[in-house]
């Protein structure tokens, strides 16, 4: 497998590679250019490389993971994931770009006229993304793992890929900036989308029915793999958490949560997405608050596409692994009685049947691909954050743009060099048995949607659409929901009590933490008084001055070139 | 009525020596003007836009995992070979995300494009908050 799997993984990083460099021949070397391409990204363009970014490996391996492990439950994730940017749509889009800063903690700060704002917001932002990091550096172990099989210099073939993914986006956004990230996302995007169409195309051609391969699951309960005391492997069959005693079917809820559990996941994924830096930072890029707007709209819809399909294809690989096991003699270390041990696998798994090495091989890349563009814009937040929030307005003010650019890309270094050192540390064979199993990347990115729907998202929600909302107060919320959805999902992974829907509800805090953090954002802010210029921010923020203006130069601009 | 207020100018745009770039200001010509009671007046009637449809998306999206829980039919009939709980959160949940966007976002265009921009005068008459919360 190493030689078609080292093929395309070169193939990949040579267009990945060339696609930013000559994006970034063509940019100016200002931080407007390198954080926020000129302010000039099309409307198609940015809802792809917002895809790109958004679909990261909890999408492409981890959805398709959780369906094919937990059935109707797992599909809460593709629904959660798709819907967190309707919200987007309505309240933070276009505010967002209107007003027009770099950053989600530049955004803050000037809505608040508040240095301390920018500084907690920074931290949060910043642990946000270090959380949404570890999982995707778990994905490229992964993926590595099993499209090449081996290591390199000593390393085992989960941690190359850790160190050689990590490394080359790293790499790329440094050089690269925005534009690069924002070409290469939107194309990336593309990619993965191709990659699930061949296929669902392939696996549906050669004879799988949606329908009846659903209702042939709940024939019989759902089984998982099970480590017995004396270190064999055995199928178990999956408790039901809605009816005692009863167990689990596929296409039934209550194969992984309880009553609170559904409502839990899906709050946390949508009131997530609204806060994730690396999505909010795109918004930036549009040209105008309309566009932005539209821009989101686009979003919901190729993203929807994306999970129905990631959705389909993980139901495919339950109904057909077991049949393919008896035949093709490389599964059996992969499964138990013919169930996979790693559901990540699904997906890969599936285009192996179905394509050979060559179909695993574009599936796989489809993988990095979704791996590398996440990584790429988290690291472009992450450098955005400290380059220009914290470098240059407080560690350098007389820094040169050049400087302050430097300080970014060494943030860059570091976020990197941690996610990936915690993903080492964070071996998904060490944690088979405990609470975050199965769909264990998906469930490691829920817990960055659960830090950002807790914390940023109700201060951000309350600084676009309520005049009250004062630095004080944004500071409180900030810090109490950041604070409270850290320990919870403390308490749940400390718990060691296996999947139960305690561990679920503590795992997923949002619908705790959110409603927390607002009330106290509003509680504060009435000790504390709105920025004297409010009005100034409002016309600023929901007047559409600026994009008639945008809008009237761009028609000049295109009559002067007739 | 357009206001002859002016607004100071907007903050410069270039990067400095100490400074970086500020992303693009809104910039207020002669003919690019909203009044604060204009604003004020569409960013109230946005933000009921805003707070609607968000409780249709959250009711519809909801009603999902609450029907399984109140009507057994939802997850033992058949529609297809799939239950109606696999069907919507499968697939029918994604189609209403993109219609309620897709409809949100044509209506916060229309309310801005009528508002804003010069089209309704009286609107400079109405009340506007003083800051201090009231909203």
């Known amino acids: ?562 | 009525m357009r206001h002859s207020l002016r607004r100071g100018s907007a903050p410069p745009t270039g990067a400095s020596a100490g400074r970086p770039a500020e992303p693009t200001e809104p910039t207020d010509s002669a003919d690019d003007f909203d009044t604060t009671a204009e604003v004020d007046a569409t960013f109230r009637t946005q933000r009921r836009v805003a707070v609607g449809y968000f409780v249709v998306f959250l009711a519809v999206t909801l009603a999902v995992p609450t029907l399984t829980l109140v009507l057994g039919w939802w997850s033992t009939g058949r529609i297809a070979g799939m239950s109606p709980n696999f069907v919507m959160a499968a697939g029918g949940l994604y189609v209403v995300f993109f219609l309620v966007a897709q409809a949100a976002s044509s209506l916060a265009d229309a309310v801005e494009d009528r508002m804003l921009g010069g089209g309704d005068e009286h609107l400079d008459a109405l009340p506007h908050d003083d800051g201090t919360g009231s909203t």
């Open chain 1, 1 to 562: 497998m190493a030689a078609p799997g080292a093929t395309a993984l070169v193939a990949l990083l040579v267009v990945t590679a060339g696609i930013t460099v000559a994006a970034r021949l063509r940019a100016r070397s200002t931080a407007l250019d390198y954080y926020l391409a000129g302010q000039r990204v099309g409307i198609v363009t940015n809802a792809c490389a917002i895809c790109g970014d958004y679909l990261s490996a909890a999408s492409f391996l981890g959805v398709a993971a959780a369906v094919y492990s937990s059935g109707l439950d797992g599909l809460w994730y593709a629904a959660g994931f798709a819907a967190g940017f309707v919200p987007v749509a309505l309240f933070t889009a276009a505010p967002l770009r209107r007003f027009g800063q770099h950053s989600l903690p530049d955004f803050l700060a000037s809505r608040f006229d508040s240095e301390r704002v920018r500084a907690v917001a920074v931290v949060v932002v910043e642990l946000v993304i270090l959380a949404y990091l570890v999982p995707q550096a778990v994905g490229s172990g992964l993926t590595w793992s099993l499209l090449v099989g081996e290591g390199i210099g000593g390393l085992s073939p989960y941690a190359t890929g850790v160190v050689v993914v990590s490394t080359g986006v790293a790499g790329l956004v440094i050089v690269g900036g925005m534009r690069g990230t924002t070409w290469n996302p939107a194309l990336q995007f593309l990619l993965l989308l191709a990659t699930l169409v061949w296929l669902t195309v392939v696996v549906v051609g050669a004879g799988f029915s949606y329908g009846g391969a659903v209702a042939d699951l709940d024939e019989a309960p759902l089984t998982a793999p099970v480590v017995r005391a004396d270190g064999s492997e055995e199928l178990a069959t999956v408790t039901h958490q809605l009816d005692e005693g009863a167990p689990a079917r596929f296409g039934e809820a209550g194969a992984r949560y309880d009553r609170l559990g559904q409502f839990s996941l899906v709050l946390a994924l949508v009131l997530g997405t609204a806060g994730l830096p690396h999505v909010v930072n795109r918004f930036f890029t549009s040209p105008s608050g309309r566009a932005a707007r539209r821009t989101t709209v686009w979003v919901v819809g190729l993203a929807g596409a994306f999970y129905a399909l990631a959705v389909l294809l993980g139901t495919a690989a339950r109904t057909i692994v077991p049949g393919a096991a008896v035949d093709h003699d490389w599964l059996a270390p992969l499964t138990v009685d013919g169930v996979l041990r790693v559901p990540e696998h699904a997906m890969l798994v599936l285009g192996r049947i179905y394509g050979g090495t060559g179909g695993l091989a574009v599936v796989a890349t489809g993988a990095l691909v979704a791996i590398l563009s996440t990584i790429g814009g988290l690291l472009l937040a992450a450098a955005s954050s400290w380059g220009q929030d914290i470098y240059a307005r407080h560690v350098n003010p007389r820094a040169t743009e050049r400087q302050a650019l430097r300080a970014g890309q060494a943030a860059v270094i570091v976020a990197t060099t941690a996610a990936a050192a915690a993903a080492l540390v964070l071996r998904p064979d060490d944690l088979a048995d405990t609470v975050i199993a199965p769909s264990l990347v998906a469930t490691m990115v829920t817990w960055a949607f659960c830090l950002a729907g807790s914390s940023l998202t109700p201060v951000l929600l309350l600084a676009i659409w309520w005049r009250g909302t004062t630095a004080r107060g944004a500071v409180a919320g900030l810090v109490v929901g950041a604070v409270a959805a850290v320990a919870l999902i403390g308490f749940g992974l400390a718990s060691d009590e296996g999947i139960n829907p305690r561990a679920s509800l503590l795992l997923t805090p949002t619908i705790v933490a959110a409603p927390l953090a607002g009330v106290v954002t509003v509680v504060a802010s009435r000790r504390g008084a709105p920025p004297a210029d409010l009005d100034r921010i409002w016309r600023r923020m929901h007047g559409t001055a600026a994009d008639r203006h945008a809008e009237r130069l761009a028609e000049l601009t295109l009559e002067s070139t007739r």
